[in-house]
């Protein structure tokens, strides 16, 4: 019978912490800013092995990853392709993508030896917080600001 208090206690202070600590502005932006550096990291790699380019698109709800033939692609060993939408990811619902200054197409091009093509700024926002991520021609590095 502890058990069981205590297990219905346990479960009721996650439904309660969880969703709270996600909602946190600075948690869910900067986790979403990770993802973005993580999949240009994976798609560096993936360009690079199998030696053809790869774009990264972007729009307000997310990006995604296609090759030379439009098809979506993902990481090395992975079977999803990536294709994040905010909207249907529940810990980036809210994330909106607020601008994207890549170049003359605003698209991130990766080319077949896995370097980022142009210099670039895409700006993340989530409930009033904004992050610049600044991405640099050739590495990849991304540098995050806050945005005020």
């Not at 946190?24 to 690079?48: E, F, G, S």
């Not at 993340?124 to 590095?141: A, T, V």
């Amino acid at each position: 019978m502890v058990v069981l208090i205590a297990l219905l206690t346990l479960g009721f202070l996650a439904v309660v912490a969880i969703p709270g600590y996600f909602n946190r502005h600075d948690v869910t932006l900067d986790n979403a800013c990770k993802l973005l550096a993580h999949d240009l990291r994976k798609l560096q790699n993936r360009a690079a092995l199998d030696k053809q380019s790869i774009r990264l698109t972007f729009d307000s709800d997310g990006w995604r990853a296609l090759n030379a033939k439009d098809e979506l692609v993902g990481g090395i060993g992975e079977t999803l392709p990536i294709h994040r939408r905010f909207a249907g990811e529940g810990v980036f619902v809210g994330v909106v993508v607020e601008s994207v200054e890549l170049g003359e197409d605003q698209v991130l091009s990766i080319d077949a030896r896995g370097l980022v093509t142009e210099h670039g700024e895409v700006e993340l926002s989530f409930r009033g917080e904004h992050r610049l991520l600044r991405i640099h021609r050739g590495s990849g590095d991304i540098a995050v600001a806050t945005v005020r």
